[in-house]
């Protein structure tokens, strides 16, 4: 329905119609039918080059989607062939010190790993890390982030000492921001003077619970709706 209106009130060629058949997409992708959800991708990035040409935010985005499709289906070649294109594009209108440019990095590196090419998925891995570290710092959840994925990388290269390392530096970080949390919730209590609720056994629980799960997965892509900005790389709309 917005897809039609648009049409209607904006016609084809307009960004707000790119951005429609992106969203279709996504919804395509989360019932699992993602070669509709390809379908709709491929359009979108067809109309954002003839509408914003190819040096356009937009434009990875696109890309970057269609990858993350042409991943769920299984084509790690294309998939690889999208994220490559989404990278150097990147790197040309965003720079080489930009969070998008260390995404498209690790996002690079985890197909190479799907393709079995573990000394290319190391050496993007390493540059996302390098990044990261630059422009986060090494205590910001990407960087921890960044570090489980080379220890994921080093241990499907049998490189197990050095995943060790990697593996104990992701933990301490971990460790250390769950510390911060912890620290943080227990003053936000005291300030509104519910100690007492901390002694009780189902509260304490709970927020245990909570804590343990901000933990960080072995590999990303960004998916989501274009104007939520949790798919695309740049959140542009």
Known sequence: QALELRERTLGKNHPDYAISLSNIAQTYYKLGDYSNALKYDLQALDLREIILDKDHPDYAVSLNNIAVTYSALGDYSKTLEYHLQALELLKRILGENHPNYANSLSNSA???S??????????????ALELWERILGTEHPSYALSVNNLAWTQLMMKNFKEA???LSESIEIKSNRLTRM???LN???LDQQLEELLNDTELSTLIN???????????FFIK???EDATRSLTGAV
């Open 182 to 184: 912890s620290f943080e």
């Open 114 to 127: 799907e393709l079995g090419d573990y000394t290319k998925a190391l050496e993007y891995n390493l540059q």
């Open 110 to 112: 985890m197909t190479y």
């Open 187 to 189: 003053q936000s209590l």
């Open 209 to 219: 619970q909570k804590l343990e799960k901000a933990d960080y997965s072995p590999w």
């Open 224 to 226: 989501g709706f274009e």
């Open 164 to 166: 060790e390392s990697s």
